[in-house]
């Protein structure tokens, strides 16, 4: 059974904040919220990860609710570099990575 | 450092062949694992290691084995190639599997095709 639940796609402004919604409603409480992204056929690229705290780092801000059943991705000024599938994976730490179908974002110029 | 390679970019096989995919990494990293990516699909484990020696099974490891006599390379082999293979691989690495330092680097893919 998938853990997480995120949008097929969206589509974004470029210049604009982009926010990834993510759905996690069974996350226990030792499993983390990580994000990766895959650009056109590339291999998957480690974004950032958070517990329970909101988290942001060079590449983007992690904002986890207080309920922990939610979290949201946001690349504060997207640029067209930024299209991608983005993934939202929930995760103990002796958990192996399982992807889902993730989220197709779409910068627009 | 050059990360995860990942040799050939691209291969072409026939129904019964057998080849090894090829993987290296350079950061010292003791977890490594392969995965597969079917078109519009996520990627799905088939097999990976905690370190030299030690390997074991994920998601999908039917019609491939895996090996770790050095901590740098994880070949994975395709015993008997049929086209449900056809997809394109993914080798990771990550410092520990586990812990706080345990973010996977992923290589830049095999495009496998099996006629």
């Known amino acids: 059974d998938a853990k997480t639940t995120q949008p097929t796609s969206m589509d974004c402004a470029e210049g604009r904040a982009a926010n990834l919604p993510c759905n996690h409603s069974?996350?226990?409480?030792?499993?983390?919220v990580y994000w990766y992204r895959q650009i056109h056929s590339q291999g998957p690229q480690y974004i950032i990860h958070?517990?329970?705290n909101n988290e942001t780092n060079e590449m983007a801000s992690l904002i986890i609710t207080e309920d922990r059943k939610s979290s949201t991705l946001i690349l504060p000024h997207a640029t067209l570099r930024d299209t991608a599938v983005y993934y939202c994976?929930?995760?103990?730490?002796?958990?192996?990575?399982?992807f889902g179908q993730g989220t197709r974002l779409t910068i627009n110029p | 450092n050059a990360g995860v390679t990942q040799t050939p970019k691209f291969q072409v096989l026939k129904t019964g062949q057998s080849m090894t995919l090829q993987c290296a990494q350079d950061?010292?990293?003791?977890?490594m694992s392969w995965y597969r990516q079917d078109p519009g699909m996520g990627l799905r484990l088939i097999h990976y290691?905690?370190?030299?020696?030690?390997?074991d099974q994920g998601e999908v490891p039917n019609g491939y084995n895996v090996s770790r006599s050095t901590t740098e390379d994880f070949p994975l082999r395709l015993l008997s190639a049929a086209p449900s293979q056809t997809s394109v691989y993914f080798c990771?690495?990550?410092?520990?599997?586990?812990?706080?330092?345990?973010?996977?680097?992923f290589g830049p893919g095999t495009r496998l095709t099996v006629l």
């Open positions: 990771a690495s990550s410092y520990a599997a586990g812990g706080d330092t345990d973010t996977q680097y």
């Open positions: 069974t996350i226990s409480g030792n499993e983390y």
């Open positions: 958070g517990l329970k």
């Open positions: 994976i929930v995760r103990s730490r002796a958990q192996k990575l399982v």
């Open positions: 950061m010292n990293h003791e977890y």
């Open positions: 290691s905690v370190g030299a020696g030690i390997t």
